[in-house]
């Protein structure tokens, strides 16, 4: 399961490293960068838990200071990611659950990228860098947020899936039996639609019809 564990982080990362810097870096949208990186590490985290998050981001972390462009100083984001993945992983619950609804992860998103914006300023200050003085940082903090919210439905399910399955998770099946997780509830939270739901409706819609036939049974045979 490590070695899986290993393989998918890292392919993940490497991805989502080169659509950051091929696409969304060069969207030129007002204020920050959608930050799929950051997505990414949240994802994980949220399924390998606090102490393999906290690696996770490291690592992704450090790719991204010497990826170029890079214009910070190396592990300035690892830092950054690694704090993140760590918090992050913590909301994986202990009792081995899903997270079933959607709006644990959405608040994550949005604290993470909100947290991330002002630790990766708070590192650059101490080190001279007042980029996020010019930008506004009240800016950034807003556009980071809603970038990475919109961005999220996209791409954090997805990857809380692929991490399940490649440890072979019974978690994982459960769609295929009724439950749902977050994967399948982010989208469909803001309509009310829950597969499970269905599912449980028409399973006691059959109930009642066979009970119903057993009565009529019964009453033949009185007759």
């Not at 997505?39 to 790719?63: C, D, E, K, P, S």
């Not at 462009?69 to 081995?96: F, M, S, T």
């Not at 200050?125 to 919109?150: E, K, P, S």
């Not at 399940?164 to 399948?184: F, K, M, W």
Request: charged share 15%; with cysteine; hydrophobic share 50%.
């Amino acid at each position: 399961m490590r070695v899986n564990r290993m393989l998918l982080s890292t392919t993940l990362v490497v991805v989502a490293l080169v659509i950051q810097v091929t696409v969304l870096a060069r969207l030129q949208l007002p204020g920050a960068v959608p930050d799929l990186m950051l997505l990414t590490v949240l994802g994980l985290a949220m399924v390998y838990g606090h102490v393999a998050g906290a690696f996770i981001g490291f690592g992704a972390g450090l790719l991204a200071d010497i990826a170029p462009p890079a214009d910070h100083a190396a592990g300035r984001y690892a830092l950054v990611l690694c704090v993140i993945g760590y918090l992050a992983g913590l909301v994986k619950p202990e009792n081995g659950q899903q997270l079933r609804s959607a709006t644990g992860p959405m608040a994550v998103v949005v604290a993470a990228a909100i947290g991330s914006t002002l630790l990766y300023a708070g590192v650059g200050a101490l080190v001279g860098d007042t980029a996020a003085r010019h930008v506004g940082l009240g800016n950034l903090l807003f556009t980071a947020a809603v970038y990475d919210l919109i961005l999220a439905p996209f791409t954090v399910p997805l990857i809380m899936w692929l991490a399940r399955r490649s440890e072979n998770d019974p978690l994982a099946e459960n769609q295929n039996s009724g439950g749902t997780d977050v994967a399948s509830g982010w989208l469909s939270s803001g309509t009310g639609l829950r597969i499970g739901a269905q599912r449980s409706g028409l399973r006691i819609k059959a109930a009642r019809t066979r009970a119903a036939r057993a009565g009529r049974i019964k009453g033949v045979k009185r007759l």
